[in-house]
């Protein structure tokens, strides 16, 4: 049997008001073990030390120092050390509104392909983002930490020419798609699978194993996945995180609490003070 030992990093989570649609995060020496789950923005890891195993499809992806890893939202994926060795990283999280303002001439609406982007040689486009993450932790600079993410997401852009696998709107099985609109309108309200096996007239087996294969997670740890993302959103307007925990749906703060930090690393209450 495998003993998780206490992790005696950090991770801090925050955002700068100059820049409007960048969530910025900073580990720091943490052995933190990530569970499936997805980002409502683009994340965007820049790998500083250790060698992270990044899992979302196979084969399984080893970071390492000077890798860059990007997300699309809604991807599914799970992030974990690959040895005993602690991990530095920095990530950025890019609101959609954000990538397009940056990559986008005025009037064009299609954003490039990020779902899943592996650049691990680009040291200058490493160095540039790291840079701009920086400024954006200091204060130093936000003008010229504005350039810097701008023109290195440009940079990323390009390597958005080479194929990826992408599940284009519509080739998941219908009953799959209305499973997921279902849940996106009520994330919030406490669901049976057998609610969803009479929604579409499926067997829940079925149901379940062609919503994972489809989707990454089975329906329940999506709708949990979807309160989270909420509860983020409502945090960073300033709502209490009891109050929160309610909103979206959870038992109570200490459900909310302990699923959020399993996932982002922080606390909700510490999540809200970095905001």
């Given at each position: 049997?495998?003993?998780?030992?206490?992790?005696?990093?950090?991770?801090?989570?925050?955002?700068?008001?100059?820049?409007?649609?960048?969530?910025?995060?900073?580990a720091?020496?943490?052995?933190?073990?990530?569970?499936?789950?997805?980002?409502?923005?683009?994340?965007?890891?820049?790998?500083?030390?250790?060698?992270?195993?990044?899992?979302?499809?196979?084969?399984?992806?080893?970071?390492?120092?000077?890798?860059?890893?990007?997300?699309?939202?809604?991807?599914?994926h799970?992030c974990?050390?690959?040895?005993?060795?602690?991990?530095?990283?920095?990530?950025?999280?890019?609101?959609?509104?954000?990538?397009?303002?940056?990559?986008?001439?005025?009037?064009a609406?299609?954003?490039?392909?990020?779902?899943r982007l592996?650049?691990?040689g680009d040291?200058?486009?490493?160095?540039s983002?790291?840079?701009?993450?920086?400024?954006?932790?200091?204060?130093?600079?936000?003008?010229?930490?504005?350039?810097?993410?701008?023109?290195g997401?440009?940079?990323l852009?390009?390597?958005?020419?080479?194929?990826?696998?992408?599940?284009?709107?519509?080739?998941?099985?219908?009953?799959?798609?209305?499973?997921?609109?279902?849940?996106?309108?009520?994330?919030d309200?406490?669901?049976?699978?057998?609610?969803?096996?009479?929604?579409?007239?499926?067997n829940?087996?079925?149901?379940?194993?062609?919503?994972?294969?489809?989707?990454?997670?089975?329906?329940?740890?999506?709708?949990?996945?979807?309160?989270?993302?909420?509860?983020?959103?409502?945090?960073?307007?300033?709502?209490?995180?009891?109050?929160?925990?309610?909103?979206?749906?959870?038992?109570?703060?200490?459900?909310?609490?302990?699923?959020?930090?399993?996932?982002?690393?922080?606390?909700?209450?510490?999540?809200?003070?970095?905001?």
């Amino acid at each position: 049997m495998v003993r998780m030992k206490q992790d005696a990093g950090r991770i801090r989570i925050w955002r700068n008001d100059a820049l409007a649609g960048v969530e910025l995060l900073r580990a720091s020496g943490t052995q933190h073990h990530f569970p499936k789950h997805f980002h409502d923005a683009y994340a965007i890891h820049l790998h500083e030390r250790g060698t992270m195993a990044f899992q979302y499809g196979q084969p399984q992806v080893a970071l390492k120092p000077g890798n860059i890893n990007v997300l699309a939202p809604g991807v599914v994926h799970m992030c974990l050390p690959a040895d005993e060795q602690a991990l530095n990283y920095r990530c950025l999280f890019v609101s959609p509104a954000f990538l397009q303002y940056a990559v986008l001439d005025p009037g064009a609406t299609r954003l490039p392909l990020f779902e899943r982007l592996l650049c691990l040689g680009d040291l200058e486009l490493f160095q540039s983002l790291g840079n701009a993450h920086r400024y954006l932790e200091t204060d130093d600079d936000a003008f010229e930490a504005e350039t810097l993410l701008t023109s290195g997401l440009a940079a990323l852009a390009t390597y958005s020419g080479q194929p990826h696998a992408r599940m284009e709107a519509g080739s998941e099985p219908r009953h799959v798609t209305t499973i997921r609109e279902f849940l996106d309108a009520n994330y919030d309200r406490r669901i049976a699978l057998a609610d969803l096996a009479r929604l579409v007239r499926l067997n829940p087996v079925y149901l379940v194993r062609s919503f994972r294969s489809s989707v990454g997670l089975p329906p329940h740890a999506y709708q949990r996945q979807l309160r989270l993302s909420r509860a983020r959103q409502l945090l960073r307007l300033g709502t209490p995180p009891a109050e929160v925990a309610e909103m979206v749906g959870f038992a109570d703060q200490s459900h909310l609490s302990r699923l959020f930090k399993q996932t982002t690393g922080v606390t909700p209450a510490d999540y809200a003070k970095g905001l």
